[in-house]
C-alpha cells in the first residue's frame, strides 16, 4: 500500500509525448549554455525593511504589554505574580525587537 509514497521519484520512468505530437521543438533543461549561478541565500534573510517592520512592531507591543501592567501599579494597587509575568514578557517581546533590528542572522549563522 505504502510502496509507491515510500519509493524515491524517478523521472525516466515518466512516458514522455512523441515528437511528433509536439508542434515546438524542445530543447532539454541543461542545454542552454547559460551556467548555473552558485546558491544564493533567501531574500528574507537580509531584507532590511522587513526586519525594521517586525523589529519596531514587537518594541511596540512589548511596550504596551509593560504599560499596562505599570498602569494599574500607578494608580496604587498592590502588586501581584500576574502583573510581575505580564510585564516580564513586555520586556522579553521589546528585547525580541531589538535583537530583530540588530540582524544577529547575519552575524553569528553563515
Known sequence: MGTFLSQPFEIDKIASAPEAASS???APLDATGVPTSPEQPPVFKNCWSCRV?????LIGAGWYVYWVARKPLKSGYPLS????TQMVIGISLACWGVIILSEPKGKFHQ
Open 81 to 84: 505574580p500576574g502583573t510581575v
Open 53 to 57: 517592520l517586525s523589529g519596531s512592531g
Open 24 to 26: 515546438a521543438n524542445r
